[in-house]
């Protein structure tokens, strides 16, 4: 089983910037992908950047050239700098981590972007 924690959500205005931290733990291999999802209600689940196992990293047209997704190996680590934060970029975020054909998920940290 894995077990991810995200931390660093919060309220922000316009502008600003935020850090998402998720921590994973339990039984991971060497290859993995780790990325952040986000969702607001009523709608889907959308992919906001992801880093593959080999570090190749993909990012949401929305979000690229504002937010640095990074990964730390060695201490099971993926965060999510978040620059120049946008109102529409308010959601709930979640870590997932995929191996081996499963998702996981971690409980979802909200972001709010307001004045």
């Known amino acids: 089983q894995v077990q991810l924690v995200e931390s660093g959500g919060g309220l922000v205005q316009p502008g600003g910037s935020l850090r998402l931290s998720c921590a994973a733990s339990?039984?991971?291999?060497?290859?993995?992908?780790m990325g952040w999802y986000r969702q607001v209600p009523g709608n889907q689940r959308e992919q906001v950047a992801i880093v593959g196992g080999d570090g190749a990293t993909n990012y949401a047209d929305s979000v690229k050239g504002r937010f640095t997704i990074a990964r730390d190996n060695a201490k099971k680590l993926v965060d999510l700098q978040m620059n120049n934060l946008k109102p529409e970029d308010t959601a709930v975020y979640s870590c997932?981590?995929?191996?081996?054909?499963?998702?996981?998920w971690g409980q979802g940290t909200q972001v709010t972007v307001s004045s």
């Open positions: 997932n981590l995929y191996q081996f054909g499963t998702d996981y």
């Open positions: 339990g039984s991971i291999r060497s290859i993995y992908a």
